[in-house]
Nanobody, 117 residues
């Protein structure tokens, strides 16, 4: 089992930045793909970014490319999401997730990000 705890969310003005963190416990996640997803009110959960085991490969949703950066520190069992040039449409609950195989099997509780215009 893997437990994930997100932190770093909050209220920020448009154009601002936030850095989310996700600390994993219960099992090392260094062998797994890790990702960030988000869910806005009334919308389905959507993929934001993912990073492979050693951090050498990253993937982003088109809506955040060039503004967000995912990274990981395997020694700390932690993954990060640096979010720059935030827009009101980035407002959502952000979730960290771990993909041991073909699917994301472990999820955190989420952290709220609110971007005011």
């Amino acid at each position: 089992q893997v437990q994930l705890v997100e932190s770093g969310g909050g209220l920020v003005q448009a154009g601002g930045s936030l850095r989310l963190s996700c600390a994993a416990s219960g099992r090392t996640t260094s062998s797994y793909v890790m990702g960030w997803w988000r869910q806005a009110p009334g919308k389905a959960r959507e993929f934001v970014a993912a990073i492979n085991r050693n951090g050498g490969s990253t993937t982003y949703a088109d809506s955040v490319k060039g503004r967000f950066a995912i990274s990981r520190d395997n020694a700390k069992n932690t993954v990060y999401l640096q979010m720059n040039s935030l827009k009101p449409e980035d407002t959502a609950v952000y979730y960290c997730a771990v993909r041991p195989g073909l699917s994301y099997d472990y999820w955190g509780q989420g952290t709220q990000v609110t971007v005011s215009s």
